[in-house]
């Protein structure tokens, strides 16, 4: 005898598992693998102060445009291929 809904006075009965149940099964109970963060990188992972900007930056300048650093009062003028070591003290 099948159980009944106490309710509604309903036969409970289970269903065929279907093809979107077998996907909605997998897409909940699917783990990325360990290590590995799906979501966007916030400002402590990045290492970043709550107090800064991040800018989205393209790749690649236009040829001729140099970039302009100002570093404790210093002006540095760089070509968009030149690369940059920063040490701190």
Same mark, same amino acid.
């Given at each position: 005898?099948?159980?009944?809904?106490?309710?509604t006075?309903?036969? /409970?009965?289970t269903?065929?598992?279907?093809?979107?149940?077998?996907?909605?099964?997998?897409?909940?109970?699917t783990?990325?693998?360990?290590?590995?963060?799906?979501?966007?990188?916030?400002?402590?992972?990045?290492?970043?102060? +709550?107090?800064?900007?991040?800018?989205?930056?393209?790749?690649?300048?236009?040829?001729?445009?140099?970039?302009? /650093?100002?570093?404790?009062?210093?002006?540095?003028? /760089?070509? +968009?291929?030149?690369?940059?070591?920063?040490?701190?003290?």
């Open positions: 005898m099948a159980t009944k809904n106490d309710i006075g309903d036969s /409970l009965i269903k065929p598992a279907t093809e979107k149940y077998r996907d909605g099964w997998s897409t909940a109970f783990k990325p693998p360990v290590g590995e963060d799906t979501r966007p990188k916030d400002r402590v992972k990045q290492g970043i102060s +709550p107090s800064t900007v991040i800018e989205d930056w393209p790749e690649s300048k236009p040829k001729g445009q140099r970039i302009v /650093l100002n570093i404790n009062g210093q002006y540095i003028s /760089l070509d +968009p291929t030149d690369t940059i070591t920063i040490k701190y003290e």
